[in-house]
């Protein structure tokens, strides 16, 4: 889908409207970007506890991960721009919710 | 397989920890005016309101538990003191075990459109290890 342009996004052009631009264009732009710091995060938490111990406790990293996702897109959640377009739209933020959910449980049923 | 405290004490801290994450977003979202807040979502609201009644009524579903333990008059067994109002206990205690389970599986359930295969499974965990830890409480008072 093209890029409708900046021109939506209202005549004085704050951070808020670029940051928000790229949803106009494809709607899971800011998921994605979540996933990604999601698998990196866990990556190098996963990297950092094999240095200490001999076998990593993966789902405590994929907890810790989850939550460090699920607070940057509740602060992604309240951003929006002039047009009114929010930077994580709801179904998303709710995704991430419920992944949360899941890594969290797991991990504090299994202690 | 675990105490029945344990199991129990296990379940209210994740539902808390829950609990609290969902409020979180809740408040961070109502205090910062944000333009789509989660709140207006159905399957949310539904989700932190259940799981905010369920951890209401404890302390109720508690005091009756206690008064009825309390006011037990014991009797002499076989080797032992007999109190049938540990079996009330066990049983109270394992639903709202069940229900909190439930509570918290439904919004992963549904956002994520889980296959009801995994979400059987996971319920069968839950009652054998809810099972026989009210066997082994009443067997041997945790």
Redesign the interface.
Known sequence: MPCEGLSIMGSSLGIEDILVFPVTCYYYFWAVILVTLFIILSYILYNREREDQVKPDLISILGISSTATLFLAVIGSLIKSTSGIVMIQQDILLYCVAVWIIFVSIWFFKK | MAKFQDLFG?FL??AL??FA??S??IV??SN?S?????S??D??SEASNNLSSTLENLEGTSGIQYDQFTGEQPKTGFGSIVLFGIVSFGKTFGNIIMTTLTV??K??LL??GIPTTVVSVIITWAIIAIVISSWLLYKLGG
């Open positions: 296990n801290f994740v920890l829950i994450g969902l979180f977003v961070v979202q910062n944000a333009g789509d807040p989660i207006n979502n399957m949310f918290m599986i919004l992963p956002v994520l």
